[in-house]
């Protein structure tokens, strides 16, 4: 068997993907030692590369644009090579968070109101007055952060107005297009959910508790700076709402393979979904492979099982 | 709290010193600037390519051939003798004369920083220091737990008058200046000099003051017109550790540098050294001492001048062409570095994420203080990319600073919510 681990591209979660990519292909390596592995960038020379020596399958790790909103996974497509992880059409739904809270709030899944906004609205009509509208309509604290991209790069809560504009500059400063959410107090919990021989599984859910009241760029991939509790410190109930959340979203977007959903769990205990990641984090530092290691389920084990299943789906 | 994982059994074991040392979403975008498609006006690598790489091969072949037991033997702490004269002659084009005794070779200058903090500083203990600085430099300065104050520079360097100011007002508040630490000559990342009577200006205040200056030399000998700038040390072999380095004349790669030190400070100096590393590569050593017995290194260091001097003129050809109003930036006449200030109420760092976006990237000026200043300043280097690349950078480093102008405008601020935290530089092997 010949895999393909793409990592690396050129989002600003490159450095992300990179440690994603290896740690994945090292897994993969140890579990099975007969398959050769390879790495490789999404550069100018990978369709040259895929054409003169074509892998059986690709497990592409790639973080945010491109690797997440499906358009890398539209020319895989293309190329007929099957591939492990959600298909292009459904990435661009996941990975659009204002599109894939609208539609799985349609289909009665709690998560928190929110507005998304353009910059060149905010242009036209003046950022003061959409501001106030905003704020207005939705309350704060307010959750600021780009629709597209991962990592909680350009994210941030605010508590009072005067610092939403320098909040908007800061989601700006990663897409032209921001969310602004009401901000739910809670346990923030990620729930990692895989297939495996025709079963959809989610595995506990992994409770994070950074140092501030942020989990970002910092508290994400400086070990040591976030505290994780795995399983949850939830109720047996509540638990099984969060992972009844993942599964449900992971159905409802029409994801594949594997899939990362956060939410947070509220006084009352219901789960209030976030986001979904079509290519989950994969490092030292990540959630999924922490929820994995609770599971006793082997990483390496798990993402062969999934590349020869798409292998055998030959997509 | 407890029962939980922080996925790092020693987090309560580290020295507070250690705290800082975080991962940053600034200098995750710097992988990103690593890619061909981007032009990277950020990292200050040397354009070894302008080296003859086959002489250099044939050099090195011919070390371990002829000396190859001693070449991959430990050798003194101090560093070897022969080098030690040759580095003599490297230094008097600055007009730094010593005895060979008075040097000591180091892993790269930057070990030589490292090796002067560690024999004169105590935590708390003050360094002054220019405003902006080299960043390498202020790292150090914060490992070993030193109150970092920024000096005021003008198109002329360090100003005298802030200078002796900044000794008063810190001796005032009962703290103890240990050093002054100073870039004379086509500063990093200021890109400015300080001229004759300037440096006289600082050096009798150093003097009078009774404080060490740190003379960080890297660049001296890359200067775009006449000769090279005269050291501060050259006219003073007590007051000033004089720092030189092969990484810009010859090859960064090969990590040597050294420190020219008066005797006292030099033995004190050999020892930190030897408890540091026991000693520095002795190939790495030969290697540049056959080279300068061998090649013609003056023709050299020539080369790299007008290769640099290329770049630096495509690069404020185009500043001049396309950068909006209201930008400024420094005229270099040698090194790498020009030093570019926003538009009013620009933040370099938060513009940093849709540069990098754009394929170009800079560094923010944030990262050289110590005291979170800069924001509205960016470094400009221009030694690496080819002359054509530079100008298109700096195009798109024009659209990026009118996108940013415009987004300020919308929300009338251009910051961002909360402070960056962790290390906003590029590592050392970034273009």
């Known amino acids: 068997m010949h895999v393909l681990v ?29 398959w050769e592995v390879v790495e490789h ?12 020596h074509r892998p059986d399958c690709i497990v592409p790790l790639l973080h945010g644009a491109a690797g997440e909103d499906g358009a890398l996974r ?69 959750v600021v952060k780009p629709t597209k991209g991962g990592s909680s790069l350009g994210t941030s809560i605010v508590h009072v107005a005067a610092d939403l504009p320098a909040a908007m500059v800061g989601a700006f400063a990663y897409g032209d297009v921001v969310l602004m959410e009401s901000y739910v107090s809670g346990v923030e919990v990620a729930l990692g959910v895989f297939e495996r021989e025709d079963d959809l599984l989610a595995l506990s859910g992994v409770e994070i508790v950074p140092e501030g009241d942020l989990y970002d760029y910092e508290a994400r991939y400086t070990a040591g700076t976030t505290e994780f509790f795995c399983p949850a410190r939830l109720t047996d109930a509540v638990a099984e709402a969060a992972q009844a959340v993942a599964l449900n979203v992971h159905l409802l977007l029409g994801l594949r393979d594997w899939s990362r959903t956060d939410v947070i769990v509220d006084a009352d205990g219901t789960p209030w979904f976030l986001e979904v990641n079509v290519a989950p984090g994969m490092t030292e530092t990540s959630l999924f492979p922490q929820a994995l290691v609770a599971a006793d389920v082997s990483l390496g084990e798990l993402t062969a099982d999934l590349v020869e299943g798409a292998v055998s789906r030959g997509r | 709290m407890s029962g939980g994982s922080r996925l790092d059994p020693w987090v309560d074991s580290y020295a507070s010193r250690a705290h800082a040392m975080r991962a940053s979403e600034i200098r995750a975008l710097f992988a990103v600037a690593s890619r061909p498609e981007v032009v990277s006006l950020a990292g200050g690598m040397p354009f070894v390519q302008a080296l003859p790489l086959d002489m250099l091969t044939e050099t090195a072949q011919r070390v371990l051939v002829e000396r190859g037991a001693q ?28 005895h060979p005794d008075d040097i000591i070779v180091t892993t ?15 935590p708390g203990d003050v360094v002054l220091v220019e405003a902006p600085s080299y960043v390498g430099a202020l790292g150090v300065f914060q490992a070993y737990e030193c109150e970092v104050v920024h000096v005021a520079m003008d198109d002329e360097g360090l100003i005298p008058a802030a200078l002796a100011e900044a000794i008063a007002t810190t001796r005032a508040a009962g703290k103890r200046v240990k050093m002054i630490y100073t870039i004379p000559s086509f500063h990093n990342p200021a890109g400015v000099t300080q001229g004759p009577a300037r440096r006289a200006e600082i050096l009798a205040i150093a003097q009078s003051a009774g404080i060490v200056i740190l003379e960080d030399d890297p660049y001296g000998l890359l200067g775009f017109e006449g000769e090279p700038p005269r050291a501060l040390r050259a006219d003073d072999g007590e007051a000033v550790i004089y720092l030189g380095s092969f990484s810009k004349t010859i090859a960064s790669g090969l990590r040597v540098g050294w420190a020219v030190a008066p005797h006292g400070v030099r033995e004190k100096l050999v020892l930190a050294a030897e408890a540091a590393v026991l000693c520095p590569s002795n190939y790495a050593q030969l290697t540049v001492s056959e080279y300068l017995a061998t090649q013609p290194w003056r023709e050299q260091i020539k080369t790299f001048r007008e ?13 001049q062409a396309l950068m909006p109003e209201g930008t400024r930036w420094t005229i270099p006449a040698g090194g790498f570095y020009s030093w570019l200030t926003l538009p009013e109420g620009l933040d370099a760092t938060a513009m940093l994420p849709r540069a990098v976006a754009n394929l170009v990237a800079y ?34 480093l024009a659209q990026v600073i009118e996108g940013e102008l415009e987004l300020t405008q919308t929300f009338g601020t251009s910051h961002m919510l909360g402070d960056v935290s962790g290390t906003s530089v590029p590592s050392p092997d970034l273009q």
Request: neutral net charge; proline residues 4%; hydrophobic residues 40%.
């Open chain 1, 41 to 52: 960038d999404v550069d100018a020379v990978l369709l040259s590369r895929l054409q003169q």
């Open chain 2, 363 to 396: 560094v923010p000026g944030t990262g050289f203080y110590s005291n979170g200043e800069g924001r509205q300043n960016l470094r400009l280097s221009y030694c690496y990319p080819e002359p054509e690349r530079i100008r298109e950078g700096v195009r798109r």
């Open chain 1, 74 to 142: 539209d020319v895989i497509e293309s190329l007929g090579i099957p591939f492990v992880g959600s298909t292009a059409a459904a990435s661009r739904l996941a990975f659009d968070k204002a599109v894939a809270k609208e539609l799985v709030a349609q289909a009665g899944v709690r998560t928190p109101a929110c507005v998304s906004i353009p910059q060149s609205t905010f242009r036209e009509l003046g950022a003061g007055g959409v501001l106030d509208a905003v704020a207005g309509r939705l309350g704060l604290p307010l």
């Open chain 2, 307 to 319: 290769v640099y001097r290329e770049r630096r003129d495509a690069l404020l050809e185009s500043l």
């Open chain 2, 108 to 122: 790269g200058s930057q070990m030589a920083l490292d090796l002067v903090t560690r024999v004169f500083c105590d």
């Open chain 1, 6 to 34: 793409l990592s690396g591209g050129l989002s600003a979660e490159r450095d992300v993907s990179l440690r994603s990519g290896r740690r994945v292909a090292g897994a993969l390596r140890a579990a099975r030692p007969d």
């Open chain 2, 71 to 98: 070449a991959l033997q430990y050798g003194s702490g101090q560093g070897d003798v022969t080098l030690r004269e040759q580095i003599l002659e490297v230094t008097g084009e600055v007009g730094v004369t010593a």
